[in-house]
């Protein structure tokens, strides 16, 4: 199906794990974006990406590591998990350099232990 | 500092009332855009709407219509004769151009529409 694509939708980890959350979407947009919703604090911005192979640090990046090898393809990792990245992470995508519109994907709930 | 501020944490009302969304924004840059999406209790984002900077015009969309303001720097968004479908957290964003157009997103405020 067309559209963007988060998985997995639920995961519990162990602090000092690492995990990935994949982000895949079908309609060649340039940008790409993770931000992270916790409560009081709306969404943030972890990482975004104008295009394959170019990043940039958001907000919050701190013990977040992406890439983009292929245009669809935008995974966070979180090299060695801790409870405060416990939260809700949604992946979004743009078609270019102006904005008309961002599409979000469903979201992934992590729960660090 | 909070590009985007939503003043209202939470607002409660009863159906059928109309209700105003309050969204400041701040930005240096010429050219923005700014957004309202809603996040209804299952969670996803559903996007409402998108304002450039040079579009001043206001917008009616069946019972939404949103307010821009460049003097006050304000995008106010209103609900008339609400439903109880209309409770979930509203969220007002900002997109630059110096940010890779990335939203910035106020922390949104809570709608609870009681029958």
């Known amino acids: 199906d067309a559209g963007i694509t988060q998985s997995p939708r639920y995961k519990i980890t162990e602090t000092g794990r690492q995990v990935t959350l994949m982000c895949h979407q079908t309609w060649s947009h340039s940008y790409m974006f993770w931000y992270r919703q916790d409560l009081g604090h709306g969404l943030r911005l972890i990482y975004y990406s104008a295009a394959a192979d170019i990043t940039d640090k958001g907000e919050v990046p701190d013990g977040y590591v992406v890439s983009r090898s292929k245009t669809e393809n935008f995974p966070l990792t979180l090299e060695s998990a801790t409870r405060s990245q416990t939260s809700v992470y949604f992946c979004?995508?743009?078609?270019?350099?102006?904005?008309?519109?961002?599409?979000f994907g469903s979201g992934t709930r992590l729960t660090v232990v | 500092a909070q590009k985007v501020t939503q003043a209202q944490t939470e607002i409660s009302v009863v159906e059928k009332e109309d209700v105003t969304l309050d969204c400041v924004y701040e930005?240096?840059?010429?050219?923005?855009?700014l957004f309202w999406y809603k996040q209804p209790p299952s969670g996803e984002l559903v996007f409402l709407i998108r304002r450039n900077s040079f579009d001043e015009q206001n917008e009616i969309s069946g019972r939404y219509s949103w307010n821009f303001q460049k003097s006050t720097s304000s995008f106010n968004f209103t609900i008339t004769a609400s439903q109880v479908v209309d409770s979930a957290v509203y969220f007002c964003?900002?997109?630059?151009?110096?940010?890779?157009?990335?939203?910035?997103f106020g922390k949104g405020t809570s709608l609870l529409v009681t029958p």
């Open positions: 979004a995508s743009s078609e270019g350099t102006v904005p008309y519109g961002y599409t």
């Open positions: 964003a900002l997109s630059e151009a110096n940010s890779g157009y990335a939203l910035n």
């Open positions: 930005t240096r840059d010429t050219t923005y855009y």
